[in-house]
């Protein structure tokens, strides 16, 4: 969901797979993905739709992904919950 809200409007298959990677240097298959855009989506925190059919992809529509105002709300309410961790851990915790 991070990706998709970076991204924002050129959130598709592969652009997202390439920011992933590229960001946490991991490999992503576009099975993976495929599956986690589509749970997503079925939980109401994506929504999608096919773009403009391209010649460079023999006529084939592209789906873009974007957040919807609960999956918005969930991204807020998550980054919250981890700050608010992160801010209870001690300073002696982190050495220096």
């Not at 986690?36 to 999608?48: A, D, H, P, Q, T």
């Amino acid at each position: 969901m991070l990706t998709v809200g970076i991204l924002y409007k050129a959130a598709y298959g592969v652009a997202i797979i390439d920011e992933i990677e590229t960001r946490l240097n991991r490999k992503v298959s576009i099975g993976a993905l495929q599956t986690v855009l589509r749970r997503l989506e079925s939980k109401g925190y994506l929504k999608s739709e096919l773009g403009e059919a391209t010649n460079v992809r023999g006529g084939k529509r592209k789906r873009y992904f974007s957040l919807t105002s609960l999956g918005s709300r969930v991204l807020r309410e998550s980054q919250e919950q981890r700050s608010e961790l992160f801010r209870s851990i001690p300073r002696v915790a982190f050495p220096k």
